[in-house]
């Protein structure tokens, strides 16, 4: 009997996100990545809010670091494995038999939630993560996908998946990204 490699819906979610986000980077020659003087000055780029409370996400440097290992315990996350992002950045995933979790830290593009905003669909949801402006996306059955603004050039994206409801917490996938996020939050350093 032959097997097929499976991959993990948090990890297609995780690739689909990556993509957007990698795909946004390019732009037209002589135009500025940044934003316009015809934007608000309380959003950044494509309408992102600005984020008023920065943070260092390159303060940690192993995304596998983002949480502590009594937060994964907490979130029954386990079996962490380093990747890659399409912009080359560093990211982690964990998986077990009843989630998986990937996190991916932007702070080489220097765009932080513009990008994902480029890319905004008509079911994505804007929300807040303990002060900072977040977006919900690639809501799709047992999974969600949450991008977090740490700074207005650094962000960071979770994507999960559950696959057996055994927290009751887990039953609101997107509110449970939330919760992922705002522990990654708490472990940041302000910005300098």
């Given at each position: 009997?032959?097997?097929?490699r ?7 979610c995780?690739?689909a ?26 959003a ?11 943070k ?14 009594q ?83 650094q ?38």
């Amino acid at each position: 009997m032959t097997h097929m490699r499976r991959f993990s819906p948090s990890i297609l979610c995780l690739a689909a996100a990556a993509m957007v986000m990698a795909g946004c980077t390019s732009t037209t020659p002589g135009q500025a990545s940044t934003s316009t003087g015809s934007q608000s000055s309380a959003a950044t780029g494509n309408g992102a809010p600005k984020v008023t409370n920065p943070k260092n996400l390159k303060a940690i440097a192993d995304p596998c670091q983002l949480l502590t290992p009594q937060q994964l315990q907490e979130i029954g996350a386990s079996e962490s494995r380093p990747g890659k992002s399409p912009w080359g950045e560093e990211s982690c995933t964990w998986r077990n038999d009843n989630l998986n979790l990937a996190i991916a830290p932007d702070t080489t593009q220097n765009q932080g939630l513009s990008i994902l905003y480029a890319n905004k669909k008509s079911d994505s949801e804007e929300t807040t993560v303990n002060g900072h402006p977040s977006l919900r996306y690639n809501k799709e059955g047992r999974s969600c996908a949450l991008g977090v603004g740490v700074s207005d050039t650094q962000t960071f994206s979770i994507s999960m998946t559950v696959l057996r409801d055994v927290k009751p917490e887990y039953k609101d996938r997107c509110a449970f990204a939330e919760k992922v996020a705002g522990m990654v939050l708490s472990n940041l350093p302000p910005a300098s």
